[in-house]
């Protein structure tokens, strides 16, 4: 945190906005790969062909005319959606996405993979295939940010300017911070976690099928800081249980959990519900317990109390959750959050309405990146882009951000093999259920229906700008 | 249900029927097929085969209370409340309707007639 930017406050108002060059309605510019995608499946079945005419003719709408330059940085969920969006509704601006990576991965589908419910194919896509015509790629990564001067650079030393900026970077997995943890060793001596990429899940998946072959003592770990997906701990925990009753070993095996926090889920009504099911099944939970040292290959956990006091653990299965915070070219930048809970993490500094840097008028942030209450998911993805594209536009356009983000996040918490909870909830940690006869805490086969074959659609149609 | 559910159930459909392209081509030609051969092999009986068809429908839609929870790792034993029951139903009429649409040219080739000098 020391050699962090303390760069001047720059104020939203000297920002120079392009020039706006008109808004008119007109029919979007072609859709590249997903209209031809969809006229090729126009012929697959009958259902599909009535939505196919609807998806292609809706997104006929106004598009905002200017020569802004507008780099979003990463292409994950979130800066796809975006570019996409951007693409289909601005006409003329000039759009590059900075990031290497080639591969697209469907994250949500990890604790599926590392559970045994998914093939790991399921999860692997390309981004070339998600990645809208009309936008200039570099496949690099940014080294530096320069807000200031309303540029960064990439790791090639390559300098791209812009008018506005997008960050959608994701998270760091900052294994580092447990020491002796080795991401590489994931899936032997127990070692598992399902946040590392689809090798480690497979990985993941391997070592449990192992384990309730046996059975024996499994430690389940959640770190303090915020991180993506915050139901993957408590899934992986509900799913490694329904496995070793599966497998005919639970009742000889010790599954217990250790939370750095003093809770296991953010909503209250729903830790209560947690916890008293573990409650139930004899999963103890250790609260205030911080996984800070791993011995591999001794299979050996060491945690640590807020007062200092150190616990060792020996375990035949560990599920380390990492600690996560900003990638470093962010964290070391004067986007970071420079103060409040927010700092420590160098999460990006948005107003948690808008969306809009809270120093940088020219500046948004989407996706797990902003410091933000709640909600590192896809579903805060999918119901933030739009808001996010259409205060950028507006701002664009010379006006303030007209629209507003209540926060809004979902997880299907895997109960077991064919149920699950459709939780959903805001940044206040209301239930907020997108359907009023859906009842979230109702053990559901509908919640698994959707967990494992409806909301990777959802996703593609998320990545894809269109919802 | 609110415009946005809609677009987003609409999407979700579309998303996953292109991600089941080629069983979708596969069944869409063999009922096209099916249709062709009842149209060109004889004289079809379209009201008898529409009955086999709708029978058939009926069939798959109640099999399929049985066999779409297993076909994602779960059982009809996981279903709790209403919804889930709702939802399986509209899963299982799917696959009713994809009987239908296969059994009716079936039904009509094997209850019509032949053409006049067409082969046994």
Request: hydrophobic share 45%; net charge neutral; glycine share 8%.
């Given at each position: 945190?020391?050699?962090?930017?303390n760069?001047?406050?720059?104020?939203?108002e000297?920002?120079?906005?392009?020039?706006?060059?008109?808004?008119h309605?007109?029919?979007?510019?072609?859709?590249?790969?997903?209209?031809?995608?969809?006229?090729l499946?126009?012929?697959?079945?009958?259902?599909?062909?009535?939505?196919?005419?609807?998806?292609?003719?809706?997104?006929?709408?106004?598009s905002?005319?200017?020569?802004?330059?507008?780099?979003?940085?990463?292409?994950?969920?979130?800066?796809?959606?975006?570019?996409?969006?951007?693409?289909?509704?601005?006409?003329?601006?000039?759009?590059?996405?900075?990031?290497?990576?080639?591969?697209?991965?469907y994250?949500?589908?990890?604790?599926?993979v590392?559970?045994?419910?998914?093939?790991?194919?399921?999860?692997?896509?390309?981004?070339?295939?998600?990645?809208?015509?009309g936008v200039?790629?570099?496949?690099?990564?940014?080294?530096?940010y320069?807000?200031?001067?309303?540029?960064?650079?990439?790791?090639?030393?390559?300098?791209?300017?812009?008018?506005?900026?997008?960050?959608a970077?994701?998270?760091?997995?900052?294994?580092?911070?447990?020491?002796?943890?080795?991401?590489?060793?994931?899936?032997?001596?127990?070692?598992?976690?399902?946040?590392n990429?689809?090798?480690?899940?497979?990985e993941?998946?391997?070592?449990?099928?192992?384990?309730?072959?046996?059975?024996?003592?499994?430690?389940?770990?959640?770190?303090?800081t915020?991180?993506?997906?915050?139901?993957?701990?408590?899934?992986?925990?509900?799913?490694?249980?329904?496995?070793?009753?599966?497998?005919?070993?639970f009742?000889?095996?010790?599954?217990?959990?250790?939370?750095?926090?003093?809770?296991?889920?953010?909503?209250?009504?729903?830790?209560?519900?947690?916890?008293?099911?573990?409650?139930d099944?004899?999963?103890?939970v250790?609260?205030?317990?911080?996984?800070?040292?791993?011995?591999?290959?001794?299979?050996?956990?060491?945690?640590?109390?807020p007062?200092?006091?150190?616990?060792?653990?020996?375990?035949?299965?560990?599920?380390?959750?990492?600690?996560?915070?900003?990638?470093?070219?962010?964290?070391?930048?004067?986007?970071?959050a420079q103060?409040?809970p927010?700092?420590?993490?160098?999460?990006?500094?948005?107003?948690?309405?808008?969306?809009?840097?809270?120093?940088?008028?020219?500046?948004?942030?989407?996706?797990?990146?902003?410091?933000?209450?709640?909600?590192?998911?896809?579903a805060?993805?999918?119901?933030?882009?739009?808001?996010?594209?259409?205060?950028?536009?507006?701002?664009?356009?010379?006006?303030e951000?007209?629209?507003?983000?209540?926060?809004?996040?979902?997880?299907?918490m895997?109960?077991?093999e064919?149920?699950?909870?459709?939780?959903?909830?805001?940044?206040?940690?209301?239930?907020?259920?997108?359907?009023?006869?859906?009842?979230p805490?109702?053990?559901?086969?509908?919640a698994w229906?959707?967990?494992?074959?409806?909301?990777?659609?959802a996703?593609?149609?998320?990545a894809?700008?269109?919802? | 249900?609110?415009?946005?559910?809609?677009?987003?159930?609409?999407?979700?459909?579309?998303?996953?029927?292109?991600?089941?392209?080629?069983?979708?081509?596969?069944?869409?030609?063999?009922?096209?097929?099916?249709?062709?051969?009842?149209?060109?092999?004889?004289?079809?009986?379209?009201?008898v085969g529409?009955?086999?068809?709708?029978?058939?429908?009926v069939?798959?839609?109640l099999?399929?209370?049985?066999?779409?929870?297993?076909?994602?790792?779960?059982?009809?034993?996981?279903?709790t409340?209403?919804?889930?029951?709702?939802n399986?139903?509209?899963?299982?009429?799917?696959?009713?309707?994809?009987?239908?649409?296969?059994?009716?040219?079936?039904?009509?080739?094997?209850a019509?007639?032949?053409?006049?000098?067409?082969?046994?």
């Amino acid at each position: 945190m020391s050699n962090r930017s303390n760069s001047a406050k720059r104020s939203q108002e000297n920002t120079e906005p392009p020039q706006v060059l008109s808004q008119h309605a007109e029919a979007l510019p072609p859709g590249g790969a997903s209209r031809r995608r969809l006229l090729l499946g126009a012929a697959a079945a009958p259902v599909a062909v009535g939505a196919a005419a609807t998806l292609r003719s809706a997104p006929t709408r106004a598009s905002l005319q200017t020569n802004a330059r507008i780099v979003v940085v990463g292409s994950g969920l979130a800066g796809l959606a975006v570019a996409n969006r951007l693409v289909r509704e601005l006409d003329g601006a000039d759009i590059t996405v900075v990031d290497r990576k080639e591969e697209h991965n469907y994250q949500p589908g990890y604790t599926l993979v590392g559970t045994g419910i998914w093939p790991v194919d399921k999860v692997i896509d390309r981004n070339a295939d998600l990645m809208p015509e009309g936008v200039r790629w570099v496949r690099e990564m940014v080294a530096e940010y320069d807000p200031d001067h309303n540029a960064l650079i990439t790791d090639s030393g390559k300098r791209i300017d812009y008018d506005y900026l997008v960050v959608a970077t994701g998270c760091h997995l900052d294994y580092e911070q447990i020491e002796g943890m080795d991401p590489a060793a994931i899936g032997k001596k127990g070692l598992t976690s399902v946040y590392n990429g689809p090798k480690a899940v497979t990985e993941t998946w391997k070592a449990m099928d192992t384990f309730r072959q046996r059975g024996g003592k499994a430690v389940m770990t959640l770190p303090a800081t915020p991180i993506k997906c915050a139901g993957a701990p408590l899934k992986t925990t509900f799913m490694l249980v329904d496995r070793l009753r599966q497998a005919g070993t639970f009742e000889r095996s010790q599954v217990e959990f250790h939370s750095a926090l003093g809770v296991v889920f953010g909503v209250p009504v729903i830790n209560q519900r947690i916890l008293e099911r573990w409650a139930d099944w004899n999963v103890p939970v250790h609260f205030s317990s911080k996984l800070v040292a791993v011995d591999i290959d001794a299979q050996r956990a060491t945690f640590e109390s807020p007062e200092g006091e150190r616990t060792v653990e020996d375990y035949d299965f560990i599920h380390v959750v990492p600690p996560m915070r900003a990638p470093d070219s962010l964290f070391h930048s004067p986007l970071a959050a420079q103060e409040g809970p927010m700092a420590a993490g160098g999460w990006l500094e948005v107003d948690r309405e808008t969306l809009r840097h809270r120093r940088y008028g020219n500046v948004f942030g989407v996706g797990d990146i902003n410091g933000t209450p709640r909600g590192k998911t896809a579903a805060t993805v999918k119901q933030s882009v739009p808001k996010v594209v259409a205060n950028l536009i507006d701002v664009i356009a010379g006006r303030e951000p007209s629209m507003r983000f209540d926060g809004y996040t979902s997880c299907p918490m895997i109960l077991r093999e064919g149920s699950a909870w459709l939780i959903e909830f805001d940044y206040e940690g209301r239930l907020t259920p997108s359907l009023p006869m859906i009842e979230p805490l109702q053990d559901s086969w509908f919640a698994w229906l959707m967990k494992v074959q409806l909301l990777k659609p959802a996703y593609m149609a998320v990545a894809k700008g269109r919802v | 249900m609110p415009l946005y559910e809609i677009w987003l159930a609409m999407n979700i459909v579309w998303e996953f029927a292109l991600a089941n392209l080629a069983i979708l081509i596969i069944l869409a030609a063999a009922i096209a097929l099916l249709f062709g051969a009842a149209v060109v092999k004889g004289k079809p009986a379209w009201c008898v085969g529409f009955k086999v068809g709708m029978v058939a429908a009926v069939l798959v839609t109640l099999a399929g209370f049985f066999f779409v929870p297993a076909l994602i790792d779960s059982s009809i034993s996981d279903l709790t409340y209403w919804v889930d029951w709702a939802n399986l139903f509209a899963v299982s009429a799917v696959f009713g309707a994809a009987a239908f649409a296969l059994c009716w040219p079936l039904g009509a080739i094997f209850a019509g007639g032949r053409r006049p000098g067409g082969s046994a």
